[in-house]
C-alpha cells in the first residue's frame, strides 16, 4: 500500500482542496467544490508499510470520486452529515467499506468528518482465517455499507485518532504492532452487530446518467451546453434529468455545469507552470465573459483567478 520505508505521521489544518488531493495521491480521487467558499480540510495520517489512520474534516459540500488502491481494505467510520454513498444515504453509526480496487462516489455536506483505517488484504484474511471469522471477511466483498449501534463502534472510531495523535508524539520504528491486531479483531467482531444498510436513495442507472453527463460536459467544455441538449444526448427528459442532479447533488444540472466549469478552471490555473494570459485559461474552461466570470470565481474559491495563478509562482 504504501512505498515509504519508515512509518510518518502529518498533520495539516486549513489546506486548499488542490492541495489536500496531491496529498493524498496514492488515491485514484477527484474532487469536485459543489459550494461556494473558500475550502478548507483539516488532515492527519499515519503511514506505514503495514498499515495507515487518517482523519478528515471538510467545510464545504464536495463530490468524490475515484478508486481505492488495489490489495487494500478502508474502513471509514463517518460522523451525521448528510452523505450519499454511491447510491445509498449513510446515516450515523455507519461504516463505509472501500473494497480493494472499488469505486469511490460520494456527495457530502459541510462538515463531513470521518476516521479511516486501511489494512492490507493479506493481513485481514490471516487474521480472519486464525480466529475462524471468514465466513465474516467474505460478508465484506459482496457489501460497501454498514450500519447500526453497538459500543464498539465508537471505540473503534475514537481509536484511530487517538493513535494517531500517540504515534505524532512517539513514531516508533516498527509499526506492526498490537493495535493493528486488536483493531482488526474488533472489527471483524463489529460486523455481526451491524446490518447491511439497503436505503437505496437513487438507482445505479441515474448514477450511471450522472457519469455521463459530466463526460459529456467536460469534452464539450469550451461549448455552451445547455439543459436541452444534454437531455436530447443522454436520450431522457429534461424533467428527468433535473431529478436526476437535485436528488443527488441538491442543484439543477445548469448550476452544477457552472461549478463543475469553475473547478476546471480553478485545477488549471493551480497546474499552469508558465505565465499565461488568464483569459486564454478561461476560456479553455468555457468561460468568455472575464467580468462575470471574476465575480463568481471570487464568490467560489475567495480569490481572484489572478490570485490562484499568481500563487505558482511564489
Known amino acids: 500500500m504504501i512505498k515509504e520505508s519508515k512509518p510518518i505521521v502529518f498533520s495539516f489544518s486549513d489546506i486548499t482542496l488542490f492541495h489536500f488531493v496531491n496529498i493524498v495521491r496514492q488515491w485514484d ?4 467544490q459543489l459550494e461556494p467558499g473558500v475550502f478548507s480540510v483539516d488532515l492527519k495520517q499515519f503511514i506505514s508499510q503495514d498499515f495507515q489512520l487518517g482523519y478528515g474534516k471538510f467545510n464545504r459540500k464536495v463530490k468524490q470520486e475515484g478508486f481505492s488502491p488495489k490489495g487494500i481494505w478502508t474502513f471509514a467510520f463517518v460522523n ?6 454511491r447510491n445509498f444515504k449513510v446515516y450515523l453509526n455507519s461504516v463505509i467499506i472501500y473494497a480493494p480496487g472499488s469505486e469511490i462516489n460520494a456527495v457530502s455536506d459541510a462538515g463531513f468528518e470521518v476516521m479511516t483505517i486501511s489494512i492490507p488484504d493479506a493481513y485481514l484474511f490471516k487474521i480472519a482465517k486464525r480466529e475462524n471469522h471468514l465466513a465474516r471477511y467474505s460478508v465484506l466483498k459482496t457489501i460497501s455499507l454498514l450500519s447500526g449501534e453497538h459500543p464498539l463502534w465508537q471505540e473503534l472510531r475514537a481509536s484511530i485518532l487517538l493513535e494517531i495523535n500517540r504515534r505524532s508524539i512517539k513514531l516508533e520504528e516498527k509499526s506492526n504492532d498490537a493495535y493493528l491486531e486488536v483493531f482488526t479483531l474488533k472489527l471483524l467482531e463489529l460486523i455481526t452487530h451491524f446490518r447491511i444498510s439497503n436505503d437505496e436513495v437513487s438507482s445505479v442507472k441515474r448514477l450511471n446518467l450522472l457519469k455521463k453527463a459530466e463526460a459529456y460536459i467536460l469534452k464539450n467544455i469550451t461549448e455552451p ?3 436541452t441538449r444534454l437531455a436530447l444526448y443522454l436520450g431522457v427528459s429534461e424533467r428527468t434529468l433535473l431529478y ?3 436528488n443527488r447533488f441538491g442543484m439543477g444540472p445548469k448550476a452544477y455545469m457552472k461549478f463543475l466549469k469553475l473547478n476546471h478552471l480553478h485545477v488549471r490555473l493551480h497546474e499552469q507552470k508558465s505565465k499565461a494570459s488568464i483569459a486564454s485559461i478561461a476560456r479553455d474552461s468555457g468561460f468568455w465573459h472575464m467580468g ?4 463568481d ?3 467560489f474559491f475567495g480569490e481572484l483567478p489572478s490570485e490562484t495563478l499568481n ?3 511564489k
Open 29 to 32: 480521487l477527484q474532487f469536485l
Open 80 to 85: 451525521a452529515v448528510n452523505l450519499y454513498w
Open 225 to 227: 451546453v445547455t439543459v
Open 244 to 246: 436526476a442532479f437535485r
Open 292 to 295: 462575470q466570470l471574476y465575480k
Open 297 to 299: 470565481y471570487k464568490k
Open 311 to 313: 500563487g505558482n509562482f
